[in-house]
């Protein structure tokens, strides 16, 4: 009796622990970390590129590390497992058709951004303006030389 009594009381104690264990395996753990690198999409400054596909590929990869979509905010987030230069491909749409862009991330030795790469636009942004800004003044100018020559004959036809 003796016996059955330890069984009894070992079966109590033991039973909560394998139901807690039980319990464990099913629950969701997670920790939360300051790593990785985000990256904002976006086609204008306040028009993001909300829910766009996207591809990460790794250094040398030629199978995607990563894919999804950016969130509602245009942002995609990656977290690298080694240094070297990352490529994002991205594929938006808008209202007006499918745009797509190759983002370049350089991860350096401690897996921080080193630099990425910005559009051709992007880079020279100052030297188009300012051409651009050149020419309208050139064009307008001419405008203004070529409407002044053809009215001055025509007020001297008048005078004879």
Known sequence: MNRKLISC???ILVFPLWIGSLGLAHSIHYDVQPKGMSVKIF???NDPASYSEYEVYGPGDHEPYQTGRTDRA???SF???RPGAWKIKVLGESSHGFHGVTIEVKVDQAFQLESFSKPLVAQHTKVIVGVSVIFGLFGLVSLYLSRKRKEEPSTEEGKR
């Open 9 to 11: 009381l070992a079966g």
């Open 43 to 45: 086609y204008a400054v």
């Open 74 to 76: 245009g942002v995609l």
């Open 79 to 81: 977290l690298p497992d």
